[in-house]
């Protein structure tokens, strides 16, 4: 997070992360999760942060987060996240990595959906492209993927409130 607090607690310059197995249709939920929090961040922004992407604090991700049957694990890894433009890399611990390229217009500049109904992020340009390279396992989620030259689709989006 760029920047932000959850109940006064300051939770700029943290991340989370999931590895998440979806068994068939996507709201049908029984997702099998597995949560990662930055290594850097301290017990009580894992806290605040875990209370938000758990659904306890209300609001748009605790709908997301009930479609969640199972939180199978709770991690502090070091994650980075370098995505612009659709260009960059992601690293969950071991646990997952991914390397992105936009796919490029005739001009030479990344791609960009707005205002279209394959943006997943209201307001956002998403930008689409090919994951070089996607690997993510977690066998207590069921979570087994080493990809390459799949579809990505790389947005930003903030929470108000």
């Known amino acids: 997070m760029d920047k932000g607090a959850i109940e006064g607690v300051d939770v700029a310059g ?3 992360a999931g590895l998440v197995n979806i068994p068939g249709n ?20 894992k806290d605040a942060l875990l209370k938000v992407y758990t659904g ?5 991700v605790a709908e ?33 990595e991914a390397d ?26 998403a930008y689409v492209g090919s994951s070089q390279h996607f690997r993510a396992r977690h066998a207590g989620a069921g979570v087994n993927v080493d990809v390459r030259g799949r579809n990505s689709v790389q947005g930003h989006f903030r929470f108000v409130g």
Request: net charge neutral.
């Open 14 to 16: 943290c991340t989370v």
């Open 26 to 45: 996507v709201l049908k939920g029984n997702w099998k999760a597995a949560i990662y929090v930055n290594d850097g961040a301290s017990v009580a922004q």
């Open 56 to 60: 306890k604090l209300g609001g748009p």
């Open 64 to 96: 997301l987060a009930s479609l969640i049957g199972e939180v199978v694990g709770v991690e502090s890894v070091p994650i980075t996240f370098t995505v612009k433009g659709g260009k960059g890399a992601v690293r969950i611990g071991s646990a997952a």
């Open 100 to 125: 992105v390229e936009p796919f490029l217009g005739a001009h030479g500049e990344p791609t960009e959906l707005s205002h279209s109904v394959f943006s997943t992020i209201p307001g956002s340009p």
